[in-house]
């Protein structure tokens, strides 16, 4: 799995996780990733060494790239990945699932603290289900597999991630767009 579909993967993940939470807290949002299993854990290594011998420049381009898709790096990722996201109270209220362009979503339900989701996306060729649970408007917990090809072979990866408001000010943190119809 090369570096650029890690990030892509992790992007999506993160960001169709909070999705139908009327009950969360629109702002900065951190959400702690942490990827198990098939070429991830290769791919994690050789992204967190990539990163850690990028010049300054190169670092800044790579987060100014990732500030236009909405998201940022958060510091203390503890081996696995961390972000900060904005979701706007729009965002909240219509129950967006911010999605990279050639996803869907195909199963999206909730029952109580419980949200159950399904999605598939063209790029990189991907698809998955997980469940997440609330623990009020400013946390919640997840569990997601999802089956991913790449280079030709078809991988599993499990993922694990909480989420937790950190305040209403998103600041130069953008929003992610809101899907395509």
Not at 8 to 26: E, F
Not at 33 to 41: A, H, P, S, T, V
Not at 118 to 145: D, I, L
Request: proline fraction near 7%.
């Amino acid at each position: 799995m090369r570096i650029p579909s890690l990030i892509a993967c992790g992007v999506l993940a993160a960001a169709c996780l909070p999705a139908a939470a009327q009950t969360l807290k629109p702002g900065l949002w951190e959400i702690h990733n942490n990827m198990k299993g098939g070429e991830m854990d290769q791919a994690m290594a050789e992204m967190q060494k990539s990163m850690a011998q990028m010049s300054p420049q190169q670092r800044k381009q790579m987060e100014a790239a990732m500030g236009q898709q909405g998201m940022r790096m958060a510091p203390g990722s503890g081996g696995g990945m961390a972000m900060q996201m904005c979701f706007t109270k729009e965002m909240v209220e219509r129950n967006d699932v911010p999605m990279q362009d050639g996803c869907r979503t195909t199963v999206n339900q909730r029952s109580g603290n419980t949200h159950k989701f399904a999605f598939t996306c063209s790029n990189p060729p991907s698809s998955g289900e997980g469940q997440v649970t609330y623990s009020g408007p400013e946390a919640y917990t997840s569990k997601m597999t999802m089956k991913m090809a790449s280079q030709g072979r078809s991988d599993t990866t499990t993922m694990e991630t909480k989420g937790k408001w950190l305040k209403a000010d998103c600041g130069n943190v953008k929003p992610m767009p809101a899907p395509k119809k």
